[in-house]
């Protein structure tokens, strides 16, 4: 039997300036999904990338006093140092200036020009640099971008059309007859009634106002517009056209993962391209939400300008947090798909409260009596209480509602499950009281049944958290002293949570590190100033 497979993308990002914690929101959502489909036991893609042409980037290449590819070079290097950090997956790294890449949208490009779906003409209209959009003059919002309301500029040059129109009922059938195809729902909505049914302008799929873009390969006058060559990348890093392999195994894409203001460009342009090209269409493109940023304060202090800067770089926000903490808020704190804020103070409470409180005591405090009552380790099975095939039920529960949660994508509601079970085992803990037990000479098989189903829960706990918090997850292994690895050498399987009475009996526990420390609101400032100092140092010494 073939191995199910399972592709995932994020979009490709343009390596224009350090990316936020809201560019990293994408990825870092995308790198969870890969992993559970990965524990599960799938072949899974990951594919992540850069967006590297256009004129924007043109722009900030000259800016800083390089030419684009230099750039370019030394920006991508920035965005890999920061998916290491955070621990991203990644199968392949696509970069748009990749020679392979480069070839294969040339080939795109001539053949739908043989097939008469490119053609010449002149263009006139508004374009939007920042966001890389042409819009018409009824298009315009105040006669700004209507996407980002920021200025545009007029421009009149000679360009490619790409014939949209002459695809749009097929695309809204597909549509209609796939209601998985765009999700949330409410974004399918948006893109019929905003744009396939009052029907499709050709879209200007070329530039020669600048230079640094993939170019025409029958006219040097012209580059391929940089959003035509970007939505490529997710079959030319399959190898489509000339070396199908991995696009015959994985294509189509499960699941593109895009930011709720590219939807478009993914279930419009990306979709026509597709069928204009007889390629199969991705199976679903996921729009999600926003993370507002405005209110991300740190503190009631006023901050310097460059500080600012710094409140939503997500190194600086690593270094203060750890890792898995800023992983687990961005994916619990906002329904995935929905808005929502970002704000250091949000994120102070959910580490002080969600891991230091809920998941941090429960592992050190049942080490910590498993290592005090047992030092040799738990003895054989004794008799299961009620209370304890409460926990165990729950569990099984839990396990089932976080496999449909990432099959719904709803990846706050897979680690509110998980929280619930954390939680109830805290409370089973004051119920059980395991100090009383101890006490007694009598009641010795009952304090073990009780350590040995907290144990048990915490090894469940730690195999379904492993998407999102994978140091995590190795961390609590260690703990329980288990064999069970993550990271490295991995030899668990998302199997391995479904039941109870996996945990082995009789191997010692260890007294780990405080996974979680409290965060002080003031000590946290002072280390916030120094970190963006150091930064602020680091950055200008590079320029
Ligand atoms: N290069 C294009 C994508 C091409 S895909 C074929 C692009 N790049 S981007 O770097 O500007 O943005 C990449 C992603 O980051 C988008 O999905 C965007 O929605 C996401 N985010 C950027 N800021 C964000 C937030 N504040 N919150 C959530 N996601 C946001 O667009």
Redesign the pocket.
């Known amino acids: 039997m073939t191995k199910e497979t399972f592709y995932i993308t994020?979009?490709?990002?343009?390596p224009?300036g350090r990316?936020?914690?809201?560019?990293s929101?994408?990825?870092v959502a995308a790198d969870a999904i890969a992993r559970y489909h990965r524990l599960r036991g799938a072949d899974v893609m990951f594919l992540t990338g850069?967006?590297e042409h256009g004129q924007k980037l043109q722009q900030a290449a000259e800016n800083s006093g390089l030419n684009p590819q230099e750039y370019v070079d030394q920006m991508v290097v920035g965005i890999k140092d920061l998916w290491q950090l955070l621990n991203i997956s990644y199968d392949e790294f696509i970069r748009t200036t990749d020679e392979h890449h480069v070839k294969a949208v040339q080939k795109i490009f001539t053949r739908l020009y043989e097939q008469g779906d490119i053609y010449l003409d002149e263009y006139e209209g508004n374009y939007c640099t920042p966001?890389?959009s042409f819009w018409t003059d009824s298009q315009l919002l105040d006669g700004k971008c209507p996407d980002c309301g920021r200025e545009v500029h007029k421009m009149k040059e000679e360009s490619y059309f790409f014939k949209m129109s002459k695809y749009q009922d097929q695309l809204l059938a597909h549509i209609e007859s796939h209601p998985d195809f765009i999700q949330p729902a409410s974004r399918a909505k948006e893109m019929v009634n905003n744009f396939l049914k009052p029907g499709l302008d050709d879209l200007a799929v070329s530039r020669t106002s600048f230079d640094w873009g993939v170019p025409v390969p029958f006219n040097d006058k012209h580059v391929i517009y940089?959003?035509f060559d970007?939505?490529c990348?997710?079959i030319t890093a399959m190898g489509y056209p000339d070396n199908p392999g991995n696009m015959n195994k994985f294509w189509p894409a499960n699941i593109h993962?895009?930011?709720?203001?590219?939807v478009r460009?993914?279930t419009i342009i990306?979709p026509i391209i597709l069928l204009a090209l007889g390629v199969e269409l991705p199976k679903q493109v996921f729009g999600?939400?926003?993370?507002?940023?405005k209110g991300g304060k740190l503190s009631k202090s006023k901050l310097s300008e460059s500080e600012e800067r710094y409140i939503?770089d997500p190194v600086v926000l690593s270094e203060l947090y750890g890792v898995d903490a800023i992983r687990y808020f961005l994916l619990r704190e906002v329904a995935f798909g929905a808005?929502g804020n970002?704000s250091n103070e949000a994120m102070m409470l959910r580490i002080n409260s969600d891991l230091a409180n809920d998941l941090g005591n429960l592992l050190s405090r049942t080490i910590s009596m498993i290592m005090k009552y047992f030092p040799e380790g738990l003895p054989e099975a004794g008799e299961i209480d009620p209370l304890d095939q409460e926990i165990r039920d729950l569990a099984d529960q839990v396990y089932l509602n976080v496999k449909e949660s990432f099959t719904q994508l709803s990846l706050s509601d897979a680690l509110i499950a998980i929280w619930e079970l954390i939680g109830r085992c805290n409370k089973y803990i004051d119920q059980t009281m395991p100090w009383a037990l101890a006490k007694d000479e009598t009641k010795q098989a009952r304090l073990a049944e009780v350590l040995y189903t907290l144990a048990d829960a915490l090894q469940r706990i730690a195999i379904m958290i492993a998407p999102f918090m994978p140091q995590t997850t190795d961390k609590m292994f260690a703990g329980l002293g288990c064999d069970l690895k993550y990271g490295s050498e991995c030899n668990i399987t998302w199997d391995m949570a479904g039941e109870s009475g996996q945990y082995p009996r009789g191997i010692i526990v260890k007294k780990i590190d405080v996974m979680f420390p409290r965060i002080d609101e003031t000590e946290n400032m002072e280390k916030f100033r120094k970190l963006s100092a150091d930064l602020d140092s680091k950055l200008a010494g590079e320029q």
């Open positions: 994020t979009p490709i990002y343009y224009s990316l936020t914690i809201g560019n929101y994408t990825t850069t967006d966001c890389e940089v959003w970007a939505v990348n997710y993962l895009v930011g709720k203001d590219i460009f993914h990306w999600h939400g926003w993370l507002l940023m939503v808005d970002f």
